[in-house]
């Protein structure tokens, strides 16, 4: 960070920037794209540069952009969620299918599908490529573009044992964070076609998500491409360690299926405690963890957490429990 050439970037003149952008372009397969401040950003930029007002858009009954972005959808973009249930996070195609609405002059029309892999409140679930595949075959019928939201796409590349890029090729737009399990301290990449990453530059900046000396931030974005994607195998290896834990657990159920990556959820109902309870608990024991309803409790597995930090979670969670 300290010794990265900086331009301004709202001049299009970072050389950092422009550096991180080509590289993660080319990494996913995509002709460009665009450093944002946030994973948040990145897709309510995309929503806004696919999206007119009052039409829908297909996505997940859990997914982060319907539920964990504050409605930007509507505020921003005047766009309308069309949300479906998925198994474990994963659409099924005709589902998808049934949401899109029928083009009648008294309807909305459907104007976007998003798909999330890895899934997050479904516990770090990823998408099969077939399932993509048929939603990409279906989308080109009903001549729909598809935004991915890949906040962690690496993850879900890692679970598959692919590239990212064969993931990214089933989306027009895929976003995903530079920080999270990639350990940047800041910033996300939204890429795609030119035309679409051309005009997501003026969203991008109407969003005040337009940023000079950038350089700064997209250094460690580079650093997060280059040294930390390979890592990631080993927090999934953590996670499911720690999942054939949780399993033997009397008062902790956890859907081992939802464990394909480095997210964890588990429901904490029979402990007696609620989940913050049990959080807490888990805090007094300097370990972190999250609620993500009123009995569900969530792990997330990233580099600061080795083997050693494992078997403090063992036996913390073999004092709370009594077991
Ligand atoms: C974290 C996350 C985001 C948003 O990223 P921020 O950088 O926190 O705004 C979007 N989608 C998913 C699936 C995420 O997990």
Known sequence: ?????????????DPTVQKLERRAADLLGKTDALFVPSGTMANQVALHTWMQPGEEFVTEKNSHIYNYEHGMFGTATGAVPRPVPGRRGILDPEDIESAVRPEEYYLSSTTLITVETSHNHAGGTVYPPDTLQEIRTLANR????????????????????VEAREIAQY???????????????????????????EDALEVRKTFGGGMRQAGVLA?????????????????????????????????????????QTNILIFNVADTGMTAEEFVAALEKKNIKAG????????FVLNRHVDDDDLEAVRNAIHTITGS
């Open 1 to 13: 960070m300290a010794e990265a050439k900086v331009g301004d970037d709202v001049l299009r003149d």
């Open 142 to 161: 009903l001549d729909l573009p598809v935004h991915v939201d890949g906040a962690r796409i690496f993850n879900a590349a890692t679970a598959l044992d």
């Open 171 to 197: 989306g027009d737009s895929v976003m995903f964070c530079l920080s999270k399990g990639l350990s940047a301290p800041v910033g996300s990449i939204l890429a795609g076609p030119e035309p679409f990453i």
């Open 219 to 259: 250094a460690p974005g580079l650093v997060a491409l280059d040294e930390m994607r390979d890592r990631l195998d080993e927090d999934h290896r953590r996670a499911s360690e720690l999942a054939d834990f949780l399993m033997d657990v009397e008062e902790i159920q956890i859907d081992p299926e939802t464990v």
């Open 291 to 298: 609620s993500t309803g009123p009995e569900s409790v969530r």
